[in-house]
């Protein structure tokens, strides 16, 4: 249900920024912002989803709070982002999750890890659970390799159904015709800002995050973040195929490419959650969304504890400690994907459909005045 | 509140743009300074809180700007502003000065924003601040405190001891108690007088009432008169001020940049008896925005109504407050409770002699009114495109004119002329030595950059240092 005095103040707000244009240096909000003269739900959702909260344009703006005009766009858009999470996502009673979205996120993660534990147990018995594995296809004699292959598939698949039924809502709403997503050059453009976090420079000073001074520390993190992800992502895909195609079964050695990537990748987000929860810790509440805040906790800890989890397995893997660790591990993976779609990952799918509006506006804009 | 037995270098008063330029000028000179600005920390930084952009002279594009303005370019605009009322001397020192603030700016922290399409006409003559004059304001007191400079908030300075041309303390006071601060200098930059209504009064009568003050209300010019009542020699026209058509629902102070309306050349204007009273289409508006305060304050109540049809609402700026629709022109006279009969009659009458010509905003262009009076000369377009809008308008204060005189060393002249010996001022308190007169877009920080770093630099020289 769209909350309909957001709105409302979600047009007041907007209409103050494009009289007075001042951040229009600072990131793809405003200038989205200045093509347009009136605000309704779909503008706000397309612009709010645009907003990587770097929160320059709170400190900078003559009509922040106390001032009676009451201007605070980065609360303002997290607000609505999180009414876009909730309103896209796939089946609508499953919305709910994003509500208190940490215990839910907590909930589901600490079930998953009871779940696996509970079948190993009862499929495996206590015995293998704690022995010590030496080996080649170890992990396979805790879990074995249907568990480990076809539950985590489907659940991964059901994450993409939702988010491409997610995103394609979105793109709708936001009144685009899906043909005009065959456009290489605004991908191209859209994807090159999303990587580089074009939007967290704030026109080349930087997040106003955690606080007043300008810093380049939430942009650094989450990089570490996000190519972390992207490398354990390469990492469980080279392992993959090397089992499935090779035959080649886990444990891999330190140097293989499964365990460099996947090592790399797990320090990376172990450094850069670490260091975003931080931030997070310190960082001035005036321009923030609590639910939001909540949703960014849960995911950013999650994130920790997959990292985490995994490269202490790498560690203890010839213990006995591995069976457990093991459990653990995949109780956690299992919690990250089964609450992706409910979840602060949310914002991949929809910043990135509105950077690709973005980039077709701009095209189109620099077509007209060329 | 500072202690009373220590003597600083420099006393600064206020905490605006030429303010911080002097504090952190006169520190990096070594001297010990102390800034008191009168607002709490929210709205700490005068009116430069609300500047966009800084006029410079440059000899070649840069990142920036997209081509030179030199001396003598500048020198003329101001001349052409002013008509005369200026002070040659400082006022070529200011342009001469003004060079080297493209790199002391971002030295200090300030960030320019590269030119945009869309809404910057000034990108020869003026930088832009990325985000604006609140973010150079946040960047200039990051840089002051990071130099030691002490800073108090919400402590306004009501009086001053001077004794022939030398300064000898300040009183402050803060959270209801009263201090004396001793400085061997001190440089005063606390703004006009434009928020004061009292004082706005004595010139305009009761109709200052109704005027809307478009910046901070600390300017009181409590310091002005302090100097003034001292012997300082004023400059500028006491009655001068920088008045603006300004939507009237826009609040009392600090309304900023978003209030201004730029509908008036699109449609008619008339006034609380329905009149019209000037020619709305006389010259482009940037070129007009700043005579129709005046022309408004002499209304009466100080109200007028912008008319417009929907044909016009794509030609000018969006403005903070929607305007207000009618079905009709009768019903758009009533929704503002003035006589609907009338209306419909001043708008037939223009109407009928809006007889074409070929309508181009961007140019002064051929249509106009035929035997209208008073004409309209461009963008005399018929107002009868449904639905109709209308803009409630008053009068909105930017700055007023009247200040201190200074020499080149930022020194307020007494009125024997001669300089005092420690007393320097900078930023509106001084600008009308040299805009006497009219504006030019993004000038005012430009006095208050150069003088302020003048004054800062003597301050401390006077010091010491």
Redesign the interface.
Known sequence: MPDFDLVKDGARQMTICNACRYCEGYCAVFPAMEQRRTFNKADLTYLANLCFDCRDCYYACQYAPPHEFGVNVPKLMSELRADTYREFTWPAIMSGLFNRNALAVTAITVASILIVLALVLLFQGSDLLFATHLGEGTFYRVVPFVAMTVPPSLIAIYGLVIFVVGALRFWRETQGPVAALVNPAALWRATKDAFGLAYMKGGGAGCNYPAEQFSRARMWHHHLVFYGFLLDFAATSIAAFYDHFLGWQAPYPYFSAPVVLGTTGGIGLIVGTVGLLYLKWISDRAPADSSMFGMDVAFLALLFLTSFTGLLLLALRETSAMGTLLVIHLGVVAGLFITLPYGKFAHVVYRYAALVRYSIEQLRAETHSS | MADSNYVYDVLVVGGGNAALCAAITARRAGASVLVLECATK??RGGNS??T?DIRYMHRAATDFVISAYDEEEFWRDLLGVTGGATNEHLARLTIRESETLGDWMPANGV?W??P????LHLTRSNL?M??????MM?AYY?TAAKLGVELHYETEVRELKISDGDFLSAEAACNGRIGTIAAKAIVVASGGFEANIPWLKEYWGEAAENFVIRGTPHNQGTMLKQLLQHGAKPVGDPRGCHAVALDARA?KF?G????RLDSVPFGIVVNKKVKRFYDEGEDFWPKRYAIWGKLIAEQPEQIAYSIIDSKA??HF????F?PIEAGSIAELARAFEIDPNALVSVVDEYNRSAKGGRFDPGTLDECRSEGLDPPKSHWARPIDTPPYYGYPLRPGITFTYLGVAVNEQARVVMQDDRPGKNIFAAGEVMAGNILGRGYLAGFGLTIGSVFGRIAGREAARHAGF
Do not use: C, E, W, Y
């Not at chain 2, 700026?317 to 903070?320: A, E, G, L, R």
């Open positions: 929210d709205f809180r609300h966009r960030r924003q590269k945009l399409r869309g809404t832009f990325l985000g604006g004059g609140k973010a946040n990051d609040p600090d900023g940049i978003v209030t609402l794509p700026m969006p403005s903070v929607p």
